[in-house]
């Protein structure tokens, strides 16, 4: 959870470089991967939770940490073009 103060940089984050969107997309992002599981406990809870090894595990985890990025970070998260 953000403290105080980083909240506030956070709110104050977008401004004419970036859209209020984006920050926001960043910031869910942001949030989203924080609430990963930490890689000791999807070591130990891989092969349980998902049906993989725990390397496997940890290369997937790792895959989606860099999608969220990329789908915060891109212009259209949507995917369509626009017109």
């Known amino acids: 959870m ?3 103060r980083q909240w506030n940089m956070l709110q104050s984050f977008p401004n ?3 859209s209020t969107e984006k920050a926001q997309r960043l910031y ?4 989203r991967i924080s609430h990963y599981m930490k890689p000791e ?3 130990k809870q891989s092969e349980k ?3 993989v090894g725990p390397e496997e595990a940890i290369e997937m985890a ?6 969220e ?3 915060a ?10 017109e």
């Open 2 to 4: 953000a403290s105080g």
């Open 16 to 18: 004419e470089f970036m």
């Open 28 to 31: 869910d992002a942001l949030k």
């Open 41 to 43: 406990t999807l070591r």
């Open 49 to 51: 939770l998902y049906g």
């Open 62 to 67: 790792y895959e989606n940490v860099i999608a």
């Open 69 to 71: 990025a990329a789908l």
């Open 73 to 82: 970070l891109c212009d259209d998260p949507t995917g369509k073009a626009k």
